[in-house]
């Protein structure tokens, strides 16, 4: 940012006109941003393409079966057997449940007729009732409160009910995810204050930066309300609760770059006007950078298959954007308001001594300095080695029991009716074919081992029709997987029949499929953005390829200590976890976008610090001053952004639990190692050719003895200009 600018950005006027248009924008994008739930889409068909199988049979089957219906099962088991009793209560029952809100009127007729839809299992021990729920669009806000109805008129004294099925499930989840957006905003920055608190050294100045967090999270809700409101982006739990972690994130990220600078440059001036003017001139381009390439990042999502995954990339990239715009305005407005004070006890007097040029990075940068091929090899070389633990990794995708961290109520119902024999029958495969094929689909469908038998067809319309068969597998399962593959094999064969399955698993199924066609496309789409990016802010070639090496290495070892962690420390910390290092097939993608996009930040932070100061000292002392300025800083910020991602293993979602995990561990990662070890080694082994083509620093000098700063004393005066 120009000098110019910052300085009329944070003037003695101009500081109170960015105040006040900053609390006009948060006061108006708050009342979006409150109503951000009422916008989120978190049905199942609104997450795959229109090309995937199972989609296109959604669309044929939408004047027929109506996409929004929830099968339902209320599951009885009693260990000694169900007795007479028993089973007339069950009916009894099954005839008060067709009261419940959402019950569509066929269901309504079968639980009230003189034979109530009552399975018993052939042990009889346990038996169920089968509904359907219809709420239209909104059944992910309605199903809790139908689900608690339900819950208060099933009951079998001594023995145990459960709510399963696709509305079991549903009803799960959308507790699971209930207030949770408050709950973890509010750890995290709970996390974020006592981190500041450690950072600062300050009661006071933390405040500051939450505060602007708070604001930018506020104005990019607000947006991205309108966005989903009218121009149709997908909004859903996961990408909102990931969105709030990621401002608050970023924003204290930018905010403890921005306050080390300001409080390098009070030093050096007597107005904090002008020393914020200087810190805005040399941290806002670093800062910048940074949340151009997250953005960029983020937005390379949009060419995801899956409908969740493109449109999570533009949520999350509003949120930095806007996050940004805060941090280069608000805060650095707020901080020249409030002046010096904020910094007590310990304030940056004028003309006193930087006490990070003998900091705890500045004897790093010495011990590395006189082996510095050694040091990079050994890290690499141990970086290398956890990168090994990747291949324990299984992305073919999480059983309905592995998806939470705790045996939730429609789990324990999906236990109990595969321990008593029972199939779910919420889970069938749909056929969709050619009228006059349904003898041969039905045919074929009866030598795929895994269903029951098939309905009786139904036209749909079109000189087509449908008919469904249960398959005998929990509905996310490798074992459902192959049975959809083996159906799909089955009809797609007989000539003539266009025959499309879909259903639940081959939702699912699908959904692995676009997962790992995104991994391919998406992940070299990311490098190669990035390295641009780092080729136009370095103006190097060789510099920007060292660091995309760097990031990658990292979040191969991030990958590789995360799967064993996933596979030996977590089932010991949670009360359900999944055997082995089983991920969510999009697992992959969505750690390697956070942790290159957030991971390059560091590097970025400190290799603007590096080439700056490379025109005056040459690169090798430019690298050590480089470290020693921005180490604390990056390491705050590191550990800022590791405990909010860390945040979300709070969710009981084994996806997000994962994920929150392997960000943290790769950013401490690219913090504590990469960045301070690995990357300066690097620099202070390869000297000025890092910059080539660039003649920034042709010399190539050598590192030479300097004298030792002035250490800054014991205590600062606690007055001073203002």
Known sequence: MHRQIAGRLTGRVSKWVVLAVVVVATAGMGAFSSKLTEVQNNEAASWLPGSAESTKVSKELSGTLDPNEIPTLVVYERGSGLTPDDLAGIAAQAAELAGVDGVTEESQALLTGPQPPVVVSPDGRAAFVPFVWDFGPDGWTEVPDAAEQVRDIAMLDGGEVHLAGYGGQAADAAEAFEGIDGALLLTALGVVVVILLLTYRSPVLW????????????????????????????????????????????GTDYALLLVARYREELRRHEDRH?????????????????????VVGLLCLVVADLNSTAGLGPVLAVGVAVTFLVMVTLLPALLVICGRWLFWPKRPAFGSAEPTATGFWARVGGRIAPRPRAVWAVTAGLLLIACLGVLKLDTSGLSTEDTY???????RGQAVLVEHGLQDTSNTVQVVAASDAMDDVATALGDVEGLGDATEPTEVGGGRSYLEATIEHDISSPAAFTVVADTRD?????????????????????????????????????????????????????????LIGTVVLSFGAALGISAMLFDHVLPLVFDQWP???????????FAFVFLVALGIDYNIFLMTRVREE?????????????????GGVITSAGLVLAATFLVLGTI????????????ALGVLLDTMIVRSVLVTALNLDLGGKIWWPSKLDTEDRPLAPEPEPAREPATTSATGPA
Do not use: C, W
């Open 490 to 546: 089955a009809v797609h064969g007989i000539d003539g029949a266009g025959a499309l399955v879909g259903g639940g698993s081959a939702f699912y199924l699908d959904t692995k499929v676009a997962s790992e066609r995104d991994n391919k496309v998406i992940i070299p789409i990311v490098l190669a953005v990035v390295f641009l990016i780092l080729v136009g802010l370095l103006r190097s070639l060789v510099a920007p390829v060292l």
């Open 405 to 411: 961290t705790e045996e939730l109520d429609s789990i």
């Open 207 to 250: 405040i500051l930066p939450i505060l602007s967090a708070v604001v930018s999270y506020t104005i990019s809700g607000g947006v991205v309300y309108l966005l989903a409101r009218y121009a149709d982006l997908t909004v859903n739990g996961q990408s909102q609760a990931i969105l709030g972690i990621l401002v608050i994130g970023a």
């Open 274 to 294: 002008e020393a914020m003017a200087f810190a805005l001139h040399r941290a806002a381009p670093a800062i910048l950078a940074s949340a151009a390439t997250v």
């Open 614 to 630: 490379t025109v005056a000292r040459g690169t090798r002392r430019g690298t050590l001053v480089g470290l020693a300025s921005t």
């Open 579 to 589: 055997d082995g290092a089983n991920v969510d097939p999009g697992f992959p993608l």
């Open 652 to 663: 009981p979602v084994v996806f997000l639990a994962e994920l929150g995990i392997a960000v």
